[in-house]
């Protein structure tokens, strides 16, 4: 119930201010009310909350051939990204929010948000904790907050390559546990 009422607040703030429930069609003597699209109107500020939820940074805006836009967020905790949390807002040509996909997760007040690892420090955790020694080159990291099953943890997303060959790990900046390793090959 707790994320449904803050993707509410969200879709008020994002959408409309006061939100405007998707209602039944209008009767003829009373037009539909239209939302301005985003970029005709200054941005709402987010909803304030008790939760861990701090807000949703807009990522990419898309606009496709219909006139539909799709606004693309990541959701935020004290300035840190959340690891594969997303939130996609769609609004109609006439500016009415008819979908939300994605997750609004609420993060533990006491989630560590400095990390005591260094980039460097966890790429060298990353790269010995591969079984293949390839000589492994750190091209990106960030860092960001996993959520497992059981806590938050602030965590190194780094970006090895080799030739052809790249790998994501994510390297808890506390402990230096390596929590995830993803491969992937492009040409």
């Not at 005709?40 to 805006?61: N, W």
């Not at 905790?77 to 769609?90: C, E, K, N």
């Not at 994605?102 to 007040?109: A, T």
């Amino acid at each position: 119930m707790h994320k449904i009422l803050v993707l509410t607040g969200l879709l008020a703030s994002v959408a409309c201010s006061p939100m405007i429930a998707p209602t039944p069609d209008p009767v003829p003597t009373q037009p539909r009310p239209t939302l301005p699209m985003p970029s005709q109107r200054e941005p709402s500020p987010m909803p304030q909350h008790t939760s861990g939820f701090t807000g949703l940074a807009l990522v990419k805006a898309q606009t496709d051939t219909l006139g539909f836009r799709h606004l693309h967020y990541q959701q935020m905790y004290r300035g840190i990204p959340l690891w594969q949390s997303d939130t996609t807002i769609h609004i109609n040509a006439e500016g009415n929010v008819y979908r939300v996909d994605g997750d609004v997760i609420d993060i533990p007040e006491n989630t560590r948000t400095e990390p005591e690892l260094t980039a460097a420090d966890a790429a060298q955790t990353a790269t010995t904790a591969l079984p293949d020694n390839l000589g492994w080159q750190r091209q990106h990291e960030a860092l960001m907050l996993v959520v497992t099953e059981d806590a938050a943890r602030l965590a190194w997303h780094l970006t090895l390559t080799h030739a052809t060959q790249r790998k994501f790990v994510l390297v808890d900046s506390i402990s230096g546990e390596v929590i995830k390793v993803l491969e992937g090959r492009w040409q």
